[in-house]
């Protein structure tokens, strides 16, 4: 039949897919340690477990993006440093990211990567790579509720201007 009819972990990846792939690794390791820093200002306790979830899950899936890139030949992306551990009273108060500007970013950066996987997820003529993205966007779907239940809770969200409908009696 083809080179795309048998195994899918036995077809080439097209470009695309490399460097989606490649692309997503360096995402990623570059928000992890932005995480990392972040950890170091929350006061919260519930952001901070988040923020430790969000890390953990980030280093799975770049485990497994990487294994895929060195099984293809594919060199790696460079990993940054990881950030050391600060105390949060060390921070000068001014100079401290919010508990409130953290929980947004990690909102936002979820987001960008649900529509990064489903991006990826519509490129993959590999069943086993789209599968694999449909996987992390199902994670950090589940992710992006926990932020968003967090942020409603702590009354961190700010919601846009709310439209109420005028009913007619």
């Known amino acids: 039949m083809g080179i795309l009819s048998g195994n899918p972990k036995e077809e080439p990846m097209h ?8 692309s997503s ?6 928000m992890i340690v932005g995480y990392q820093t972040f950890r170091n200002h929350a006061g919260d306790q519930d952001l901070l477990k988040i923020i430790n979830e969000a890390i953990d899950l980030g280093n799975q899936q770049i485990q497994e993006m990487e294994t895929l890139l060195k ?23 001014g100079a401290r990211a919010m508990d ?4 947004a ?11 990064s996987c489903s991006t ?10 789209a599968t694999l993205f449909g996987q992390f966007h199902t994670q950090k ?3 992006g509720i926990k932020v968003l239940r967090l942020n409603k809770e702590k009354g961190w969200l700010v919601p846009p201007p709310l439209h109420y ?4 009696e």
């Open 15 to 22: 470009y695309g897919e490399v460097y989606g792939i490649w």
């Open 25 to 30: 690794v360096q995402a990623m390791k570059g």
């Open 71 to 93: 099984e293809n030949g594919v060199g790696l992306p460079p990993t940054p440093p990881e950030r050391p551990k600060a105390q949060l009273e060390d921070i000068p108060t």
């Open 100 to 103: 409130p500007e953290i929980a």
């Open 105 to 115: 970013t990690l909102a936002v950066d979820i987001g960008a990567g649900l529509v």
């Open 120 to 129: 990826m997820m519509s490129q993959c003529i590999r069943e086993d790579l």
């Open 141 to 143: 779907a589940a992710l």
């Open 165 to 168: 409908k005028e009913t007619e």
